[in-house]
T-cell receptor, first 112, second 109 residues
Framework: DTGVSQDPRHKITKRGQNVTFRCDPI?????LYWYRQTLGQGPEFLTYFQNEAQLEKSRLLSDRFSAERPKGSFSTLEIQRTEQGDSAMYLC??????????FGPGTRLTVL | EDQVTQSPEALRLQEGESSSLNCSYT??????LFWYRQDPGKGPEFLFT???AGEEKEKERLKATLTKKESFLHITAPKPEDSATYLCAVSGSARQLTFGSGTQLTVLP
C-alpha cells in the first residue's frame, strides 16, 4: 500500500492555459474524490467517482472543470482557460467500503 | 446543508500544556465524523473516524470524542511535533466530506 499519489506536485501556468492533474488512488479503493483547498480554509468538495462513474459534482465546479476516471483506477482533473481564482491546492482522496478517505499530497496550482 | 465550525482558529500551547479543540457540526444523517492533521504544503493525514455519540478513540497524545452536536480533540501533554492544523469533517447523506476551517496548533518548547 503506497498511498494516494498525485502528479505534478506543483504547477505554474499563465492565465488562459489548460492544465491537467493526475491522481492514483490506493489500489483496490473504488471511490475517488477531488477537493480544492485555499489558504486558511478546509478542503472543499469538487467531484466524486465510484469506480469509473462520476456520481456527484459540486455546484462549485464550473464548466471549465472536467474530471475522468476511465478505467476505474487513476483519475484526471482538467481545468480549461485557467483564471487567477483557480490558484489553490487540488487534493485527491480515495476510500474503499468504509467512509474514511485517505488523501494524497496535493497539487499546488499557481495561475499568473 | 452540512456545516462544520471549528474553534479556536489558532491555539498556542507550551509543551506539556494539555488542551482541547472543538468541532461543532450540523449534518443530515451522520455517516461519520473525521479528524485529520495537516502540515504546511501537505495533504491531510487521517487521524480518527467517529460514528456515533459517546464514541471515543485515542492515539498517542490525542483523544477524540463525539456528542450529537460536537466533537472534541483532546491533546494531552503536547510536544512541538504536534504543531499542525487539525481539520474536522463530517460525512452525511452524501459521501463527500464537509470540512471546517481548521485549528492551527502551535506547541512551543
Amino acid at each position: 500500500d503506497t498511498g494516494v499519489s498525485q502528479d505534478p506536485r506543483h504547477k505554474i501556468t499563465k492565465r488562459g492555459q489548460n492544465v491537467t492533474f493526475r491522481c492514483d488512488p490506493i489500489s483496490e479503493h473504488n471511490r475517488l474524490y477531488w477537493y480544492r483547498q485555499t489558504l486558511g480554509q478546509g478542503p472543499e468538495f469538487l467531484t466524486y467517482f465510484q469506480n469509473e462513474a462520476q456520481l456527484e459534482k459540486s455546484r462549485l465546479l464550473s464548466d471549465r472543470f472536467s474530471a475522468e476516471r476511465p478505467k476505474g483506477s487513476f483519475s484526471t482533473l482538467e481545468i480549461q482557460r485557467t483564471e487567477q481564482g483557480d490558484s489553490a491546492m487540488y487534493l485527491c482522496a480515495s476510500s474503499s467500503v468504509g467512509d474514511t478517505q485517505y488523501f494524497g499530497p496535493g497539487t499546488r496550482l499557481t495561475v499568473l | 446543508e452540512d456545516q462544520v465550525t471549528q474553534s479556536p482558529e489558532a491555539l498556542r500551547l507550551q509543551e506539556g500544556e494539555s488542551s482541547s479543540l472543538n468541532c461543532s457540526y450540523t449534518v443530515s444523517g451522520l455517516r461519520g465524523l473525521f479528524w485529520y492533521r495537516q502540515d504546511p504544503g501537505k495533504g491531510p493525514e487521517f487521524l480518527f473516524t467517529l460514528y456515533s455519540a459517546g464514541e471515543e478513540k485515542e492515539k498517542e497524545r490525542l483523544k477524540a470524542t463525539l456528542t450529537k452536536k460536537e466533537s472534541f480533540l483532546h491533546i494531552t501533554a503536547p510536544k512541538p511535533e504536534d504543531s499542525a492544523t487539525y481539520l474536522c469533517a463530517v460525512s452525511g447523506s452524501a459521501r463527500q466530506l464537509t470540512f471546517g476551517s481548521g485549528t492551527q496548533l502551535t506547541v512551543l518548547p
